[in-house]
């Protein structure tokens, strides 16, 4: 029951100066936490991004805010984890530009339509229909520089041509953007609460440099780990939300099962009928009479792997349990999943291991300046 609903006839003795002193308590908003102040922050922030970037005091002021609006601690961790990420994956470029990018478009342009069976010669023709601003797509494809160009094309496309929403279903290619390249998704499901304005949308903020470092900060920092290393909050931006802690777990239920399965971080295929599960949890149910869970039982477990609280289940305990039993000593609680990354962007093998260990050398580097 809320404090202003507490009182009754007898209470109408309270003194009138006591009485307002707890109506105003009970309509404030919690104070912060306490810290240090924004500009002192701000100040630390700056000095430990690289001096040769542009509007260091910029790039601070918009980290700050980000940190000030979802209450994160502003310690040195945070901070030199947050400025590792951006480092790596847009040099402190807001809206980087991507090499080669509109040949890397067209390729995936034409992947989708052979995926689809539709002849080049259309795909040819559609592009050479006239844009809003009279020039054809195909013209303004060849001078796209950056994803934020690219979403915008797609984004016309899509809305403007019948081929663009055969080929694309109506969802934009360009997933991923911004300073951080953080998942547009993921922004537009984590939009509430977000401190600026909508000039358009959550997809077009992400581009900017104010909603890109917002979003990416929230994907790094914005949940708890049971994690003792920040290189697999690292390998957990790259792959997903607790990625690390179960492929630590697909590592047990391997060892306990004897069964081999790939550390990706997944443990539940998506969308599997109960008839159909994926590998972890075909190996985790050959484990059910040791465990004391049916499949039911051990299903309703395993969908619990995206939360901080699965680390803490009776599944992850007992799997734990039977794997050190059986390999003699104990296994660790967080594994970087074995992961390659795929993308028409990256044009060379690349792994979320590499991603990981990358940011995680950026990220002592910044704790040393």
């Known amino acids: 029951m809320s404090c202003c609903k507490l009182f009754n006839r007898s209470s109408r003795m309270l003194l009138a100066g006591g009485l307002l002193s707890l109506l105003a308590a009970c309509s404030s908003v919690p104070a912060p936490p306490p810290g240090p102040p924004p500009d002192t922050v701000r100040a630390d922030i700056e000095r430990r991004i690289p001096a040769s970037t542009a509007d260091r005091s910029g790039w601070a002021a918009d980290i700050q805010t980000a940190f000030a609006a979802q209450r994160l601690n502003p310690n040195p961790e945070n901070?030199?984890?947050?400025?590792?990420?951006?480092?790596?994956?847009?040099?402190?470029?807001?809206n980087p530009e991507v090499p080669d990018l509109p040949r890397v478009a067209r390729r995936e342009i034409d992947r989708r339509a052979a995926s689809m069976h539709v002849p080049k010669l259309l795909v040819d023709a559609g592009l050479k229909i006239d844009a809003s601003d009279g020039r054809s797509y195909a013209e303004h494809l060849a001078r796209v520089r950056t994803e934020r160009d690219l979403s915008q094309l797609y984004e016309?496309?899509?809305?403007?041509?019948?081929?663009?929403?055969?080929?694309?279903?109506?969802?934009?290619?360009?997933?991923?953007?911004?300073?951080?390249?953080?998942?547009?998704?993921?922004?537009?499901?984590?939009?509430?609460?977000?401190?600026?304005?909508?000039?358009?949308?959550?997809?077009?903020?992400?581009?900017?440099?104010?909603?890109?470092?917002?979003?990416?900060?929230?994907?790094?920092?914005?949940?708890?780990?049971?994690?003792?290393?920040?290189?697999?909050?690292?390998?957990?931006?790259?792959?997903?939300?607790?990625?690390?802690?179960?492929?630590?777990?697909?590592?047990?239920v391997s060892v306990a099962s004897t069964v081999a399965l790939a550390l990706d971080g997944d443990v539940l295929a998506p969308g599997a009928p109960m008839d159909k599960p994926g590998q972890t949890e075909r190996a985790v149910r050959q484990l059910g009479p040791q465990l004391g869970m049916d499949d039911a039982a051990l299903r309703r477990a395993l969908q619990q792997a995206d939360q901080l609280e699965f680390s803490s289940s009776d599944l992850h305990e007992r799997v734990f349990a039977l794997a050190e039993a059986r390999a003699g000593k104990s296994l660790p609680r967080a594994v970087i999943p074995g992961i390659r990354l795929d993308s028409p962007k990256i044009t060379r093998e690349l792994t979320t291991e590499w991603f990981a260990n990358r940011v995680d050398g950026r990220y002592r580097q910044c704790l040393q300046r």
């Open 79 to 94: 901070i030199c984890a947050v400025l590792a990420v951006i480092e790596q994956e847009s040099g402190y470029r807001a």
């Open 156 to 252: 016309e496309i899509i809305g403007r041509v019948p081929l663009g929403q055969r080929l694309f279903a109506g969802k934009n290619p360009v997933q991923t953007g911004g300073a951080m390249q953080v998942g547009i998704p993921f922004a537009q499901a984590h939009a509430q609460g977000y401190p600026y304005p909508l000039s358009d949308s959550i997809r077009d903020e992400v581009f900017t440099r104010r909603g890109g470092l917002y979003f990416g900060i929230l994907h790094l920092l914005g949940y708890q780990t049971p994690y003792t290393q920040k290189v697999h909050r690292f390998a957990d931006y790259n792959a997903g939300w607790y990625a690390s802690r179960n492929a630590a777990f697909q590592n047990a």
